[in-house]
């Protein structure tokens, strides 16, 4: 379920996917949603453009790193591809 960031304190959460789209950050909460996951979503800037590279708006949605490997598979069974984890 979706939860405001204070729900989460001061634990450390894993980005799991960016959607770029309203329609493609509903079809991810409701897959978060049924699976049963508690998650926490941030309005963000991301790169994107493939000729000229510009700054656009995104939704960023994390999990607790023990919901990270039910949330990518969620993901992958739906046909999209998680976020790569950041080094």
Avoid: C, H, N, W
């Avoid at 989460?8 to 980005?15: N, P, S, V, W, Y």
């Avoid at 000229?52 to 990270?68: C, H, M, N, S, T």
């Avoid at 949330?71 to 046909?79: K, N, V």
Wanted: glycine share 10%.
């Amino acid at each position: 379920m979706r939860q405001p960031a204070e729900f989460f304190g001061d634990q450390e959460m894993d980005l799991v996917y960016i959607a770029r789209k309203l329609r493609e950050a509903q079809q991810i909460e409701g897959l978060l949603d049924a699976a049963g996951l508690d998650y926490a979503v941030e309005v963000d800037k991301y790169l994107g453009g493939v000729l000229f590279k510009r700054e656009l708006d995104g939704a960023f949605f994390y999990v607790l790193p023990e919901a990270l490997g039910p949330a990518q598979s969620a993901l992958i069974t739906a046909g999209l591809k998680p976020a790569e984890p950041m080094a």
